[in-house]
């Protein structure tokens, strides 16, 4: 009885496992750059909708394709980001790309 | 003398007349019945014509499963389903990217075409059933192209196609048409949406009028 509980026990925990890694999604925000502070920047999307992304030292960033400091991410310019999480808000940026102000956008 | 003239026209009457009836059983019964050669229909009519063999075969089925995979027999192939068509156009805002897949057995062939009015990032890949996309993906093709016109036959059953990025800031069209072997496409967009589209059967393409070219 003792084994039976263990097994299920591992097996639930297995499916919980499971459930978390797929939650994980790679996400591509398009947008202007509302505010970056604290290891952290707010875009407003093409669609209006605002999202916190949070950045860490392996996340990429670059202007005409060159690798650029975090300190060159400025209020009102247009960004392209790629970012991992379970939801878009809160997701970790893994790359920025801050490219030409994008016609059409916000 | 007179008696054996009389004997020799009896016995050319009787040789001229087995040779005319050997004539007609061979023309009438032996050629039909042997040869399939009925010269005078008579085989036909009295249903010799079959036992020579040449008759008309009965049909083979096609071959049957729920999988519309090959049957392959060297350079041919059956497949127990007919083959779909499909056509679909993308617009490409500034920066966005499509990914737009067919549903593929082992073997399956498909015939494509696509056209980008500008340059874009692409990657011909596919997802084997059964395993997450991000670490079974296989690509087939990531050369920089504005368009492409090929076939394909799947390595392994699962989603197969294209993904296309637009890389700057104008707007993109992608036009993609296909047939082949596969029974559903799959989108997926930026906004992380995933769309099931049905595929078109053959019957939406009308036969061609008999009008000859000039």
């Given at each position: 009885?003792?084994?039976?509980?263990?097994?299920?026990?591992?097996?639930?925990?297995?499916?919980?496992?499971?459930?978390?890694?797929?939650?994980?999604?790679?996400?591509?925000?398009?947008?202007?750059?509302?505010?970056?502070?604290?290891?952290?920047?707010?875009?407003?999307?093409?669609?209006?909708?605002?999202?916190?992304?949070?950045?860490?030292?392996?996340?990429?960033?670059?202007?005409?394709?060159?690798?650029?400091?975090?300190?060159?991410?400025?209020?009102?310019?247009?960004?392209?980001?790629?970012?991992?999480?379970?939801?878009?808000?809160?997701?970790?940026?893994?790359e920025i790309r801050i490219v030409p102000p994008i016609r059409g956008g916000d | 003398m007179a008696q054996d003239t009389r004997e020799r026209q009896a016995l050319g009457r009787?040789?001229?007349?087995?040779?005319?009836?050997?004539?007609?059983?061979?023309?009438?019964?032996?050629?039909?019945?042997?040869?399939?050669?009925?010269?005078?229909?008579?085989?036909?009519?009295?249903?010799?014509?079959?036992?020579?063999?040449?008759?008309?075969?009965?049909?083979?089925?096609?071959?049957?499963?729920?999988?519309?995979?090959?049957?392959?027999?060297?350079?041919?192939?059956?497949?127990?389903?007919?083959?779909?068509?499909?056509?679909?156009?993308?617009?490409?805002?500034?920066?966005?990217?499509?990914?737009?897949?067919?549903?593929?057995?082992?073997?399956?062939?498909?015939?494509?075409?696509?056209?980008?009015?500008?340059?874009?990032?692409?990657?011909?890949?596919?997802?084997?059933?059964?395993?997450?996309?991000?670490?079974?993906?296989?690509?087939?093709?990531?050369?920089?192209?504005?368009?492409?016109?090929?076939?394909?036959?799947?390595?392994?059953?699962?989603?197969h196609g294209w993904y296309w990025e637009n890389p700057g800031g104008e707007t993109i069209r992608v036009r993609v048409a296909a047939a082949g072997f596969f029974t559903v496409?799959?989108?997926?967009?930026?906004?992380?949406?995933?769309?099931?589209?049905?595929?078109?059967?053959?019957?939406?393409?009308?036969?061609?009028?008999?009008?000859?070219?000039?």
């Amino acid at each position: 009885m003792t084994r039976r509980a263990a097994l299920v026990s591992a097996l639930m925990l297995l499916a919980a496992g499971a459930g978390v890694v797929r939650a994980h999604e790679e996400f591509r925000i398009i947008g202007t750059l509302m505010k970056h502070a604290d290891s952290r920047i707010q875009v407003k999307s093409r669609t209006g909708k605002t999202v916190s992304i949070r950045l860490d030292k392996q996340t990429a960033i670059s202007r005409d394709k060159k690798k650029v400091d975090a300190a060159a991410l400025r209020a009102g310019q247009s960004l392209v980001v790629d970012s991992y999480g379970d939801t878009e808000d809160d997701s970790l940026a893994i790359e920025i790309r801050i490219v030409p102000p994008i016609r059409g956008g916000d | 003398m007179a008696q054996d003239t009389r004997e020799r026209q009896a016995l050319g009457r009787a040789s001229a007349a087995a040779l005319a009836v050997a004539t007609a059983v061979l023309a009438t019964v032996v050629l039909p019945a042997e040869y399939g050669i009925d010269p005078l229909g008579t085989g036909r009519a009295l249903g010799l014509t079959a036992l020579a063999g040449t008759g008309v075969e009965e049909a083979v089925p096609p071959p049957t499963g729920d999988r519309v995979a090959p049957v392959q027999a060297g350079p041919f192939a059956l497949y127990p389903a007919e083959y779909k068509v499909d056509a679909r156009e993308f617009v490409l805002g500034p920066y966005e990217y499509v990914e737009y897949k067919y549903q593929l057995e082992q073997g399956a062939t498909m015939l494509f075409s696509w056209r980008a009015d500008g340059d874009v990032i692409h990657d011909f890949h596919g997802d084997p059933e059964g395993q997450a996309s991000s670490t079974a993906a296989q690509s087939f093709d990531k050369q920089p192209r504005r368009q492409a016109d090929g076939h394909f036959v799947a390595p392994f059953a699962g989603i197969h196609g294209w993904y296309w990025e637009n890389p700057g800031g104008e707007t993109i069209r992608v036009r993609v048409a296909a047939a082949g072997f596969f029974t559903v496409a799959h989108e997926f967009h930026i906004d992380r949406t995933r769309r099931e589209r049905a595929v078109r059967p053959l019957d939406v393409i009308s036969p061609a009028g008999g009008e000859e070219t000039p």
